[in-house]
């Protein structure tokens, strides 16, 4: 595959990287979306009625599935590090497409497990690493414009998708919208992948960015912002990252802030149900969230560029603490749809900051392999939350108590991230440059 994507190089006009950019975008716009809690809430109630699963029954499988994601990620991180997110992503997004296939056809809470679980694993580890990682390794001064970019596209697949399988399921049936959807995800995700991401431009005698532009004047490696060129870049190998304390505590705040992203997001449409909203516009809750992480990406990228990354930790993370706690107290749809929104802008901040900081307080050398143990705490938080609310409402008959209970934990994480600042050159023994071979 080395030499086809050389000839494809040779033939694009442009950067190499804006082509990364791009397949990563049709994953995160197709496959990530399609095992996401937003488009699983959807199916919550019709599911769950037609078969009488109790709520913490169907939400057990997204926290399983998590669970396999995070004993999964440290190992498919060094798989990034050494051969690329091609292979990866590609296997991973027809895994996710079968998976949804076979999800019509499930009649049994054992089958639900059975299939939903491995394709959550894939939505949770492999797919969100392998985008991630592959943007991260193919741009540095340019990597908070382009993550953003991949993330709008994600953002944009999480709006659409919801809406496009209430419609399905409205008109033929929860079944057909899972054979449509992951019959997409089969047909646009896996191919392309494959055969033309490559791991780093290195690998193909390109330099990050293109070799455009300079260090812009002011800007220090270990500084308050971030790296701008190969020559700022530090890269810490696993061991060295873990006796950091910006590692741990950015990965106590992955931990609490994604217990509200999941356990909120793939609740709000039956938190509406359960108060007499129509499904069709309790739907709205969950477009909501996802399209209003697409602006979100551009604003908190874009403050990202004068902002430390610990304040965008703790911005994003009161946002998203506001968003749940303003959803736990809406009564009606006109309220869910704001707090949902809320929500969904300090979610977007969550996505960049997860991609981006990583990247620059470690570099891009082990980049797979360091950032899989946040992603770890990441999709472990994401297991915890759908399972906690459904538990909670099975035993209460409310949502409230548990939707409260998150934002107010991730409010005090967050300002924790205050003392989340970037480790300096000799923390990492001088660091690592990157070959071809590396």
Same mark, same amino acid.
């Given at each position: 595959m080395r030499s086809l994507q050389t000839r494809a190089v040779r033939a694009t006009p442009f950067y190499y990287g804006w082509v990364i950019l791009g397949l990563s975008g049709v994953a995160s716009y197709s496959s990530r979306p399609l095992m996401s809690v937003a488009v699983l809430t959807v199916f919550f109630i019709p599911m769950s009625e037609q078969f009488g699963w109790t709520r913490a029954e169907f939400a057990g499988a997204v926290s399983l599935g998590g669970v396999v994601g995070a004993f999964a990620a440290p190992l498919v991180g060094p798989v990034l590090d050494r051969y690329g997110a091609g292979m990866?992503?590609?296997?991973?997004?027809?895994?996710?497409?079968?998976?949804?296939?076979?999800?019509?056809?499930?009649t049994q809470i054992w089958q639900f497990y059975l299939v939903y679980v491995?394709?959550?694993?894939?939505?949770?580890?492999?797919?969100?690493?392998?985008?991630?990682v592959a943007v991260s390794n193919w741009f540095i001064r340019r990597r908070p414009f382009a993550l953003a970019l991949n993330h709008v596209s994600q953002g944009s697949g999480l709006a659409v998708m919801p809406?496009?399988?209430?419609?399905?399921?409205?008109?033929?049936?929860?079944?057909?919208?899972?054979?449509?959807?992951?019959?997409?995800?089969?047909?646009?995700?896996?191919?392309?992948?494959?055969?033309?991401?490559?791991?780093?431009?290195?690998?193909?005698?390109?330099e990050p960015d293109g070799g455009s532009g300079a260090p812009r004047a002011g800007r220090q490696s270990g500084s308050a912002r971030r790296p701008q060129g190969v020559q700022d870049e530090i890269n810490f190998t696993l061991r060295q990252t873990m006796r950091t304390r910006a590692f741990w505590l950015m990965v106590l705040f992955s931990f609490a802030s994604f217990i509200v992203q999941a356990g909120v997001s793939l609740h &709000?449409?039956?938190?509406?149900?359960?108060?007499?909203?129509?499904?069709?516009?309790?739907?709205?809750?969950?477009?909501?969230?996802?399209?209003? &992480?697409?602006?979100?990406?551009? %604003?908190?990228?874009?403050?990202?560029?004068?902002?430390?990354?610990?304040?965008?930790?703790?911005?994003?993370?009161?946002?998203?603490?506001?968003?749940?706690?303003?959803?736990?107290?809406?009564?009606?749809?006109?309220?869910?749809?704001?707090?949902? %929104?809320?929500?969904?802008?300090?979610?977007?901040?969550l996505h960049i900051i997860a991609r981006l900081v990583w990247a620059d307080y470690f570099g891009r050398l082990h980049l797979g392999a360091i950032?899989?143990?946040?992603?770890?705490?990441?999709?472990?938080?994401?297991?915890?939350g759908p399972i906690a609310a459904g538990l909670a409402v099975d035993r209460v008959g409310s949502y409230q108590g548990a939707f409260l209970a998150f934002g107010i934990n991730l409010a005090v994480v967050s300002v924790l991230m205050l003392t989340a600042t970037p480790p300096g050159r000799e923390a990492a023994d001088g660091g690592q440059e990157i070959s071809a071979a590396g």
């Open positions: 990866v992503v590609g296997i991973s997004s027809g895994i996710a497409g079968v998976c949804a296939v076979i999800l019509g056809a499930v491995p394709g959550r694993m894939v939505f949770s580890s492999p797919l969100e690493l392998g985008t991630s809406l496009v399988a209430q419609a399905i399921t409205g008109a033929w049936g929860w079944e057909t919208a899972w054979y449509a959807l992951g019959a997409w995800t089969v047909v646009i995700g896996v191919i392309p992948t494959i055969l033309l991401m490559a791991r780093r431009p290195e690998d193909l005698g390109l &709000q449409v039956p938190h509406f149900i359960d108060q007499g909203v129509p499904a069709s516009n309790a739907v709205w809750t969950a477009s909501t969230f996802a399209i209003s &992480q697409v602006p979100a990406s551009i %604003f908190w990228s874009a403050l990202s560029q004068k902002a430390a990354a610990r304040f965008i930790m703790l911005g994003s993370g009161l946002v998203v603490s506001c968003g749940a706690i303003t959803t736990a107290f809406a009564g009606g749809i006109a309220m869910g749809v704001f707090g949902a %929104f809320i929500l969904g802008f300090g979610v977007g901040g950032r899989a143990w946040g992603l770890a705490a990441q999709v472990g938080g994401q297991a915890l």
